[in-house]
């Protein structure tokens, strides 16, 4: 990645250079120094986020997002490039908005896929395990430093939840719609047309949470339960209003959803054994065809949105 490739995410201008701590915006005079290796590519010094870690340690959140690219975001990307791509056709461009600890960046660029990540939590101090380090980046989703229209994909995990939210809590602050809508705007912006945003978080129509359990002490549970009324988390409708009503996204739809998670933390918790088997199982009859329309209601707790710029 070299400084062209890059935009100043406080002025947008691409007159990035060089300079003895990392890069220099010749628009602006903002320097962009680097952070163990890694550049901080911050509108402001306070664009970070305190993630919490509590509900599993590094190493198996490094387990567990290999396994979710490898079992799904790959064949889904498969899908993709035989639709988009011809003989000669430059590799199909991702950026995971939200990467943490980043082991999908490389995964992605091991199957010839040209991708890049950005975060601004706790999860950066990982990335020295990383092989892509050049290709990761110290950055805040309502400001990503990247020219218009650069992506063929942005995929989020679990992003959107958390802007707009007191620390890593399921609390939102007044204004988090608006924080939500700066992010979506960003988002859209750096997507070429007719690429995609792949979206993923809990279902806020689902009343049964079964990945946020930190938040509430029980990190070893199954879940927590909510109401649907909660704005902590978003429904297929939150996805709509943001980017198409919003942002004048050209479509929007559910994907399935098998194979997206392998339950490893839930596995170890004294039902596990006997409750994971049948959530595969329900995933999986959730992703068959046809069945769009119940992924979007109460009954799906886990939801795979997909917006066409």
């Known amino acids: 990645m070299t400084p062209r490739s890059l935009i100043c995410p406080r002025c947008r201008s691409a007159d990035l250079v060089e300079h003895e701590t990392g890069l220099r915006c010749r ?10 290796g890694f550049l901080a590519l911050l509108r402001d010094p306070g664009d970070r986020f305190a993630d919490e870690t509590g509900c599993c340690d590094h190493d198996n959140e490094e387990q567990s997002n290999a396994l979710t690219t490898l079992s799904y975001y790959m064949p889904l990307w498969e899908s993709l490039k035989r639709r988009w ?3 000669g056709s430059p590799p199909l461009k991702i950026l995971s908005a939200g990467c943490g600890v980043g082991v999908d960046v490389d995964l992605h660029c091991e199957h010839g896929i040209d991708a890049y990540g950005i975060d601004c939590g706790g999860r950066v101090a990982h990335w020295g395990r990383r092989q892509q380090k050049s290709r990761l980046f110290i950055a805040n989703v309502k400001a990503v430093p990247f020219g218009d229209d650069s992506f063929d994909v942005v995929k989020t995990d679990c992003l959107l939840p958390h802007i707009g939210v007191r620390g890593d809590t399921t609390q939102v602050c007044p204004d988090y719609q608006e924080q939500r809508f700066e992010v979506a705007r960003e988002l859209m912006r750096v997507v070429r047309p007719g690429g995609l945003l ?6 806020r129509a689902c009343p049964v949470d079964l990945f946020h359990k ?16 909660e704005r902590f988390l978003l429904a297929f409708h939150d ?3 943001l980017f198409i009503d919003g942002c004048g996204g050209a479509a929007i739809e559910t994907l399935p959803i098998a194979n997206f998670w392998n339950f490893s933390t839930m596995s170890k918790a004294s039902l596990g054994r006997f409750v994971v088997p049948v959530l595969r199982g329900y995933f999986a009859l959730l992703s068959l065809p046809g069945l769009s329309a119940i992924r979007k209601s109460a009954l799906n707790p886990w939801l795979m949105v997909a917006v066409t710029k």
């Open 27 to 36: 628009s602006c005079a903002a320097i962009y120094s680097r952070e163990n």
């Open 85 to 87: 791509q011809r003989a």
């Open 198 to 203: 792949i979206m993923a978080n809990p279902n």
């Open 214 to 229: 930190s938040q509430v002490g029980h990190s070893r549970g199954l879940g927590r339960f909510h109401s649907p009324s």
């Open 239 to 241: 996805y709509r209003k």
